[in-house]
Each structure stands twice: as structure tokens, then as C-alpha cells.
């Protein structure tokens, strides 16, 4: 089966999630369509010793990835592929505000992946209040086009990269924090990872410590299993009251392992008393 009719199956299953499905294929279309630069790999050996002391790839000084420019062009594009796509209505005309921004300025697309890179929130801001535009769906946009120009170099940096010298609740390439997890085979048993919503990346992580407060207190933490997603539970920690959506299957990650394929979980989360803590890339 296809990404996209699981995606399609998930949607008949999940009818309240259609208008964000449409979004989502507008954004894999756009995102097949592009043509992604041939990466020049660095040598991983400039950051390992940031890595050890627990930097992010994209946040080291030893490293500068030429993404900012092929991501700010994918920007522009899923930005004008909304306008025209099949998506919620609000969103649709939210997106022509951001092509007009985006026609009449120079390159604000690498700006944003610019700013993205260096973390550099305030000036995501600044942007979007001087184009009149959303700065969530800025960061929404410049994020999802960014995973894809980084895909390249993160597959090398995960594949160098050794997985127990990091062991910690933040995302190794991008720093950010995680908003779902995967319990997947490893041996007879099951390893627990965390998945980045912002840069896509994925990182072991003990299965009893919660990857917000690092409490590894059993009487703090517990699960939660909606009645309705067996394949689906929430980890939370009544430390520091955040849940973490957990899908226990291997599998059909494209859909289980999006943020906004489980919002129904955030509102079972809300309901207990926990908070989303993550990085979420949906909180426009
Ligand atoms: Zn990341
Ligand atoms: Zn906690």
C-alpha cells in the first residue's frame, strides 16, 4: 500500500481530520515535485565533540549546511501550491496573503530557513509582522520545506551518529522538542523513539524517563489508552504534567508519526489535565 492511500484510509477513518489531509497532500505533491540539491556531506567528525556535549546538529558553529536557498524556493512553492490547492478555505486565502509577500520581496523564503536555522524566533516574527503575515504558518512552512532539503544530510548524520552517546529529550538535529514517539522492534524486545515534528529526525531514548523533565520516577509516570486507537497511547508524567503521543506499532509512519494525523489524542491529553510540550508545528 501507498503512503498515500494509507493516508487516504487513515482520513475515511479519522472524517475529522479531512481539511488537514488535504493539506497534507498538497504538501507531498509540492514537496515530490521538487528536486532536492545533490548535498555536499560535511565531515561529521568537525561537530562530534559538540555532539557529545549535547548540541544540535543545526545549532553548531562548526557547521554550516547549504540549505537556506533550495529550502526558501520550496517555501515559496508549497505557499503557492495552497493558493491554488485543494485546502481549507481560511488557509487558502492566508496563503495569498504569503504569496503576495513573497512576490514582492527578495528571497523571504531563504530568509525564513535562514532564521529557522539559527533558531531565530524573534526574527521569524519581525518578518511576518512586516509582510502582514502569519508567523506560525511562516515557521509551519519553512519547517516542512526545510525537512525536505535537509533529508539528505540528516540520513548521513544519522547514520554516523552514535544513538547511546545522546540519550536526551531534544532532537539531535535540530534541538527541538518532541512532539510523538514510536515503540519499535528491536531483537525480541521494543525500543522507544523520539521523533522530531520540525527537522524529522529520530533518536532513542530510555523507555521509563520522561524526555521533557527527565524524571525516571515510576510513581510519576503513566500511560493512557484511548478506547478508540490501539495502536496509540500517551506516555505522560505527572512531574511536570506533559503527555507524549506514542504510536506502538512499526509501519505506516508517514501518517501515524504526523503530529496532526492524532489530534484527537492532543484532546484526550488536554481533557486529563497534561500539557503538549513538544514542538508542534500545528499550534498556528
Ligand atoms: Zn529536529
Ligand atoms: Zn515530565
Known sequence: MSDLSRLEKWVKDHPF??????LEKVIWETQAGFSVPEPVLPDWAVVEEDYRRGMPLLRSEKINLPVATPAGELTAQLIRNCTVGDVPLELRQACE???????ANTDPGRQVAA???????????ALATAGGVNPGLLYFFGWTALRRV???YLAAFDAWRDDDVWQRGYCPGCG???VMAQLTKRGKGKERLLVCNCCGLKWGYPRI?????????QYKLAILEPEEEEHFRLDVCKNCQSYIKTYKKDGNEAVALADWATLHLDVLGRE??????GSSLLAL
Do not use: S
Request: negative net charge; charged residues 20%; hydrophobic residues 40%.
Open 115 to 125: 532564521k529557522l536555522l539559527q533558531d531565530d524566533l524573534p526574527g521569524i516574527d
Open 97 to 103: 496573503t504569503m504569496a503576495g509577500f513573497f512576490a
Open 176 to 178: 527541538a522538542l518532541p
Open 209 to 217: 524517563v520522561c524526555p521533557y523533565c527527565a524524571t525516571d520516577d
Open 17 to 22: 481530520l479531512h481539511e488537514l489531509a488535504q
Open 272 to 277: 486529563r489535565g497534561y500539557k503538549k510540550m
Open 150 to 152: 535537509l533529508t539528505p
